[in-house]
């Protein structure tokens, strides 16, 4: 089992930057790949990026050269550094963990088997 808690979420300006974290327990994030997904109103959850256990990156097209994932080294972290944030970039924000077994790539929602509760960025003048 893995409990995931997002926070570094907020109100931001066009343009400005947040840093998202991803905090694990109960298991290392080292056996797992880490998911961001986010969700606007009204809208299905869309995947953002993703980590390998080997820290190889993906990201949707939609967010390439402005949003960053990581790993903590040495902790059991994850992060999303979002800059040059659009409004379009609003909504609650997820972590989400699926053991490495499963498959490589950012894939679908129900292929993770670990959710944070989510956080809200709100992009907005």
């Known amino acids: 089992q893995v409990q995931l808690v997002e926070s570094g979420g907020g109100l931001v300006q066009p343009g400005g930057s947040l840093r998202l974290s991803c905090a694990a327990s109960g298991s290392s994030l080292s056996y797992y790949a880490i998911g961001w997904f986010r969700q606007a109103p009204g809208k299905e959850r869309e995947g953002v990026s993703y980590i390998s256990s080997d820290s190889v990156t993906t990201y949707v097209d939609s967010v390439k050269g402005r949003f960053t994932i990581s790993r903590g080294d040495g902790k059991n972290m994850a992060y999303l550094q979002m800059n040059s944030l659009k409004p379009e970039d609003t909504g609650l924000y997820y972590c989400?963990?699926?053991?490495?077994?499963?498959?490589w790539g950012l894939g679908a929602p129900e292929e993770y088997d670990y959710w944070g509760q989510g956080i809200q960025v709100t992009v907005s003048s």
């Open positions: 989400a963990a699926r053991p490495v077994a499963s498959g």
